[in-house]
Structures are given as structure tokens and as C-alpha cells.
């Protein structure tokens, strides 16, 4: 092994297109070089589509192999092979491929084989994988960053304020202070731009969305007559999904979707008027989605999802009054300790999801639990009776022709 060359790395890096030196790993990698290798990286991309690492490299040894490491924020890190043309290294991802969340920090660094010599990893440095395909003007305070495309002054200045009266809101709801670090709030002008951003499809009526890791929310929110109501929706709501992260971190996704939705809607200044119609119709036509069903990600399909967000609000909103903001604390406890969903809602509560949904569904929606009950086994007596038609009617038969002979 030759231990000159192995110690002998200097690095450079390009930031974006602009080439900016780190003077520490200059100073650090020259104090113990006999051989410099000097690294010059850009970064490019087309959102969406492909990032490109282009690299320069200065060595005295010739480079024999080249990987680049690069790892999206809150993602695992991947290795990918570099092409090696003389003094240069490139490789493009293609963004088909692989994905790199919207608006995300992402760290990259180098592995490098000179002839001779064993791997060198070079330091760590990263870009934002920032939506470059708009122009994004910005607002912010020290909890907030507003950032939109489509709109004037006015415009963000309206999302500010209602971002700051969503932290409150959530705040209020959680019980928790305000928030750890600022909150990204971008806003794009239709649900169409903010899907293709997120590379969803199949879910048309998808308005918002949360990177809660990131703490980044990307809102569809159009400058228009509707534009307060619609902030009012969706802000507050989105916020709610990033301080829920914050307040639990890594346990987040043991939360389940009834409750972490059902709290984010609470949240909406301007709630949704037929989230009260459609449970009462679903409460009549007994078409109410059982709550253990909604401990799972939500159904795609458009009705049944609302149906899912209205009754997730409803049922919060009845836990919350029956036993308060600590309450709702210590279910999040108990969720983040690892309990299932039934089994937590006993632990905080003293009884089990199912009971808790009776209750709900008596004190808040008029259906008594009997009457529930009922319901729920009425196709089966039908089918009972049905079956047993034949054997009453064979035995009233039997009966009769007895009785005559
Ligand atoms: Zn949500």
C-alpha cells in the first residue's frame, strides 16, 4: 500500500456552477502530501429529469477508478460509477430512475483510486435539489420561509400571516411549543404543478403535501378570489404533519393516519363544510369506514379519502374534548412507544379503538351502539333466515303430512 499517495488527497469543490474552495481540507490534506490530487466539482440538473456531476481532477497519479456517493437528505446514500476521461470524471443521474425529493439538501462526495493506491473518500458537500424551473420570490420570519412563484407581494405576505396563525393553531392542538426549526412553505399555483414537483399521479385531488423530515410543505394555492380560504385549508393543515414530526421525530410514521390526519384537519382555519354532510350521509346509509381501517394509509379513491379525512377530524376532535389536549399527548406517547392502534388508545384511555369509535359515533353522529350493532349483523340474519327457510318449510311439511296420516 503505498501510505504517500493514500494520504495525499486535495479537495476543491465547485458549488453548483460557481467554484468555491474549502480552504480547511486544503490545509488538512496538504499537511501530511507528498502527491496533491485537487478536486473540482460541478453540479447541474434539470428538475425532474437529470442531475450531472462533472469533475476536474489535478492529480500526479492517474485515477484508475471513480464512484460518486451522493444521499438525499433523510434518504440512504448510494454509489454510482463515474467515467473517467483523463483529468475528468462525470456522471449523470438520470431522475427517471432514481427520485430526489423536492426541495431536499443533498450530500455528495468521492471515492477515488489512484494507480497503486487503495480507495480515497474525499469530503462531504451538497447542493439544494431545489423546483428551478420557476422563479421564486420569499418572506420569512424565523419560524417561517414563504416561497412562491405565481402572485404578488400581498399575495405572500397573506400566506405568512396565515403560516403564523396555522403555527399557533397547531401549537394549541399539539401542545407543544413553536416549531424547532424554520418550516419551508412553498406554494405552487395549481394542483397540476405541485403533482408533477412530487412525481404523483392517480391522486388528482391531492392539494398539499408534507416532507416533515425536511421540514419543507408544498401547498396549490392559485392568486385568486379563493386564495385566503385556501391557505386557510391548506397551510395550517401541512404544518400541523411537520410539527407532529418535530415533536416526535423518528416514531412519526408509528403514528396512524386517523390521528395524524384528523389533528392536521382539525388545524384548517377555514374547515371544510361537507366534511359534516358527508358524515352524516355515510352515518345514515351506514357506509362509515371502521376506524381500525383507517390506522392504515388512507384509500386513493376520491370519496372515500374525504370520507377518511372527515371522519378522522370528527373522531379527534371528540377525543379531544372527551379528554383534552393532554390526552391527545399521551396517545401520541403511547403511539411512539410502539403500541398498536387499538392497544394505545386502551393505554391512554382506558378502552380499546372500537369502543372509543361507539362512543364517538353515539355522543357525536345520534347512532346508538345496539342500533349499530344491528346494522352490522342484519345481511347475516338475512342469510340465516334464508338458509332456514328450507328447513321451517320441510318441517311444516312433515308436520301437516303427519298430522294427516
Ligand atoms: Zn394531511
Excluded at 102 to 119: C, N
Excluded at 318 to 338: E, T
Amino acid at each position: 500500500m503505498n501510505q504517500r499517495l493514500f494520504t495525499s488527497l486535495l479537495l476543491f469543490i465547485g458549488l453548483l456552477l460557481g467554484k468555491v474552495a474549502f480552504p480547511a481540507d486544503v490545509i488538512a490534506a496538504a499537511a501530511s502530501s507528498g502527491l496533491s490530487i485537487e478536486v473540482f466539482p460541478q453540479v447541474s440538473y434539470i428538475f425532474g429529469e437529470q442531475v450531472s456531476f462533472d469533475v476536474e481532477v489535478k492529480s500526479e497519479a492517474q485515477i484508475d477508478e471513480a464512484y460518486l456517493v451522493y444521499q438525499p437528505e433523510g434518504s440512504e446514500s448510494r454509489v454510482i460509477p463515474m467515467q473517467i476521461d483523463q483529468n475528468r470524471l462525470a456522471v449523470d443521474l438520470d431522475l427517471n430512475q432514481t427520485r430526489i425529493p423536492p426541495f431536499s439538501r443533498v450530500a455528495y462526495w468521492f471515492q477515488l483510486k489512484p494507480q497503486g493506491a487503495d480507495l480515497i473518500t474525499s469530503a462531504s458537500y451538497a447542493f439544494n435539489y431545489d423546483d428551478n424551473r420557476f422563479e421564486w420570490q420569499t418572506l420569512e420570519n424565523e419560524q417561517l420561509a414563504v416561497f412562491w412563484h405565481d402572485g404578488d407581494l400581498a399575495f405572500g405576505q397573506s400566506a405568512l400571516n396565515t403560516g403564523i396563525n396555522g403555527l399557533e393553531t397547531a401549537s394549541g392542538l399539539l401542545g407543544t411549543a413553536a416549531p424547532s426549526q424554520q418550516i419551508r412553505i412553498y406554494i405552487y399555483p395549481s394542483t397540476q404543478e405541485l403533482q408533477s414537483a412530487l412525481e404523483i399521479s392517480g391522486q388528482p385531488w391531492l392539494a398539499g403535501h408534507a416532507s416533515p423530515q425536511l421540514g419543507i410543505v408544498l401547498v396549490s394555492i392559485a392568486p385568486n378570489a379563493d386564495q385566503r380560504l385556501r391557505m386557510e385549508q391548506q397551510i395550517p393543515h401541512e404544518l400541523v404533519h411537520v410539527m407532529l414530526y418535530q415533536s416526535v421525530g423518528k416514531d412519526y410514521d408509528r403514528i396512524p393516519p386517523w390521528l395524524n390526519e384528523g389533528l392536521a384537519t382539525l388545524a384548517e382555519l377555514y374547515p371544510n363544510a361537507d366534511y359534516a354532510n358527508v358524515l352524516v350521509t355515510a352515518g345514515k346509509n351506514n357506509t362509515l369506514l371502521p376506524m381500525s381501517s383507517l390506522c392504515s394509509p388512507f384509500p386513493m379513491d376520491a370519496s372515500r379519502a374525504f370520507l377518511s379525512y372527515a371522519q378522522s377530524a370528527s373522531f379527534t376532535r371528540f377525543l379531544q374534548q372527551k379528554y383534552g389536549v393532554s390526552g391527545i399527548q399521551n396517545l401520541l406517547l403511547k403511539y411512539s412507544d410502539g403500541l398498536g392502534c387499538s392497544e394505545a388508545s386502551f393505554a391512554a384511555f382506558g378502552k380499546p379503538l372500537a369502543s372509543l369509535e361507539s362512543d364517538w359515533k353515539e355522543e357525536t353522529l345520534g347512532i346508538s351502539s345496539s342500533l349499530d350493532a344491528l346494522r352490522r349483523i342484519a345481511p347475516y340474519l338475512l342469510l340465516f333466515a334464508v338458509l332456514l327457510l328450507p328447513v321451517l318449510i320441510i318441517g311444516i311439511g312433515r308436520l301437516f303430512s303427519s298430522k294427516k296420516g
